[in-house]
């Protein structure tokens, strides 16, 4: 029998194992076709590991049935964005992560520079095809989360050691040359040979409208929002730091985030997140796209393959922090 035919048999199983998860987090919103989707891949890398003999239909279920459903559950929510799930999450391990990284860093400053690399990796801050990429997405559920996370901060440690000895890699180079691009959500569109024939003059033009639209995105936004952008793109306040800022009660965000946390029955007084500077970000990121499009599109009355070379020019803007400074003028 087939691999395919196989897991196909198990499907049933899947929803099973799908509908316990829903009735112990039904706010997490992971679609079926998703989480059944992670357990179709971990039963195909189950199946292809080398053995003599291919396992029955039932030997598949009792291994489905022995995956961490819970914690993949959560996994699946979290690398969807899904509020509820990130609180969740902050609650259950982040004690666990600084725990850990405490005990395996050399030194405090190490612990919380992997603590807050980690949590930007489990959010994700690539952009594939249009896609923000959750380090989450990783994991398959057949050992712990808590394992999973131990090895992550074990393998951000290990990188951390390696970029204090100058000792680079190509991913890494790769990963940070991107992270701005990817933290402005404008997924950068690759314009290839038609770059190329843009005249001088025309691609002036586009360059005068994409500036005029990121300008007015950027004076549209409320106080909070700039304050937020400023902070991180101008001052290159790291996450955790933003989060103690937003803790104390003198701070201008303070009295914006009181209001937001009452209106969703949260303790206002609780404890501020990396995860949650990151949500606040990636909001004020889709609605400057969304206004710049939209100012491209009316103001200046460009078409959607116009639209395409502005978000191309914009992406080379992004690298910079010089593109932030309106947000101090606005």
Known sequence: MKHEDLV?????????????CVENAP?????????????????YRYLNTDSSETPTSEEIS?????????????????????????WEFDQQHRAYLERVARHLARTEIDAQEVVDTVYVELYGTRVVEGERVSKFATYSGRGTLRG?????????????????????????????????FAHA??????????SQTIDNIARERYRKATLDSIEKAFASLDSHEKLLLLYYHVENLKLREIARMVENPASPLRGWFQRKSASRDKN?????????????????YAKV????????????????KEIEICMGLATQDLASPNLYRNLITT
Do not use: Y
């Not at 706010?27 to 039963?43: E, H, I």
């Not at 206002?268 to 004020?284: C, F, G, Q, V």
């Open 27 to 43: 706010n997490f919103g992971v679609l079926v076709d998703c989480f059944k989707d992670s357990l179709r891949k971990t039963a």
């Open 148 to 180: 999973w996370l131990r090895t992550v901060i074990w393998h951000s440690l290990v990188d951390l050691h390696r970029a204090s000895h100058d000792e680079i890699s190509l991913d890494e180079m790769m990963e940070n040359v991107g992270e701005s």
């Open 185 to 194: 959500n404008f997924a950068a569109t690759e314009l290839g040979g038609e």
């Open 8 to 20: 196909i048999e198990c499907e049933s199983v899947m929803d099973e194992i799908f509908a316990r």
């Open 62 to 86: 009792g291994f489905l049935r022995q995956i961490q459903a819970d914690d993949l559950f959560l996994a699946l929510a979290c690398a969807g964005g899904n509020d509820r799930a990130w």
């Open 268 to 284: 206002p007084a609780s404890k501020i997140h990396e995860s949650t500077i990151m949500r606040w970000l990636e909001k004020n």
């Open 289 to 304: 796209l969304k206004i710049f499009r939209t100012e491209l599109s009316t103001t200046h009355g460009l078409s959607e």
